[in-house]
């Protein structure tokens, strides 16, 4: 069975620090991969997807980059923070190809930026 | 404006009545999805809906491209169905979603 990990579930971060996210997938290989982040009380929006190791796709530019590694990896990131990265960041993978397909979500990760 | 308009953004039934939930688009799309926020916020996908009608136990979901809207119809419902449901329209190009605001649902017993 596929199972999709991330990690942390929340962190607390100052505005201008750097941040990391993680996403890792088990048991599915070459699978899409997607970034999809939510503010409190906002609508969810996709950030990034790849389709295969080393390409990523930028969809809404928040002043944050992804990247994939590996096949089973996808990394959320930025150097610098600004307040309004504050929110819920969703990692998901689905079947691959073109088109997104059923998609399979982590549990989220948490940021507050103070 | 936005592409994907949910209604009605909020939602109260008694346990047992039916929810008949909205989504209308207003481009060109490959496919719909429904998805399941839980109180968390992670989501479950309920659908994955080119066109038609598709069924899952009290879930049945039906979209109509012509018409540029999708629905979520919840039968019998229960307090666990309690929670925010969301569509999201697949563009023609590229694995991109565009999500709707999303229904917030509660089922009192």
Known sequence: ?114 | GQQVQQSPASLVLQEGENAELQCNFSTSLNSMQWFYQRPGGSLVSLFYNPSGTKHSGRLTSTTVIKERRSSLHISSSQTTDSGTYLCALEHNAGAKLTFGGGTRLTVRP
């Open chain 1, 1 to 114: 069975a596929q199972t999709i990990h991330q990690w942390p579930v929340a962190e607390i971060k100052a505005v201008g620090s750097p941040l990391s996210l993680g996403c890792t997938i088990k048991g599915k290989s070459s699978p899409n991969l997607y970034w999809y982040w939510q503010a409190t009380g906002g609508t969810l929006q996709q950030l990034f997807y790849s389709i295969t190791v080393g390409q990523v796709e930028s969809v809404v530019q928040l002043n944050l980059s992804a990247s994939r590694p590996k096949d089973d990896q996808f990394i959320l990131s930025t150097e610098k923070l600004l307040l309004s990265h504050s929110g819920f960041y969703l990692c998901a993978w689905s079947s691959g190809g073109t088109n997104t397909g059923q998609l399979y979500f982590g549990e989220g990760s948490k940021l507050t930026v103070l």
